[in-house]
């Protein structure tokens, strides 16, 4: 089992900034950040596989920024210049499996789920 902890979320002004952290309580191969607004599926924001290679999507290139630091086991998605509709719970996901695409945005490649972080981003 992994353990997920999310932390830093907020409520910020568009154009704002917030730094969201996600500390793992094991290794993990792949780690990434996903977000759900009310009404909406869930999706991807952001992941980071075993070889170190990124994927964004494409509503936050540009403005996200992912970064880990492997001796710690964290991640971290700096993220700039929010707007309204990135409004969402934030969830940091992980697995332990080798991904035959990778890295991912998809949440079903992913076993392990934190509970949360809120970003709340007013006009």
């Known amino acids: 089992q992994v353990q997920l902890v999310e932390s830093g979320g907020d409520s910020v002004q568009a154009g704002g900034s917030l730094r969201l952290s996600c500390a793992a309580s094991k290794y993990t191969v792949s780690m990434g950040w996903f977000r759900q607004a009310p009404g909406k599926e869930r999706e991807g924001v952001a992941s980071?596989?075993?070889?170190?290679?990124?994927v964004y999507a494409d509503s936050v290139k540009g403005r996200f920024t992912l970064s880990q630091d492997n001796a710690k086991n964290m991640l971290y998605l700096q993220m700039n210049s929010l707007k309204p509709e990135d409004t969402a719970m934030y969830y940091c996901?992980?697995?332990?499996?080798?991904?035959?695409?990778?890295?991912?945005?998809?949440?079903?490649?992913?076993?392990?789920w934190g509970q949360g972080t809120q970003v709340t981003v007013s006009t």
């Open positions: 996901a992980a697995t332990r499996l080798v991904l035959r695409q990778a890295p991912s945005l998809r949440p079903g490649d992913f076993g392990y």
């Open positions: 980071i596989d075993s070889a170190g290679r990124y």
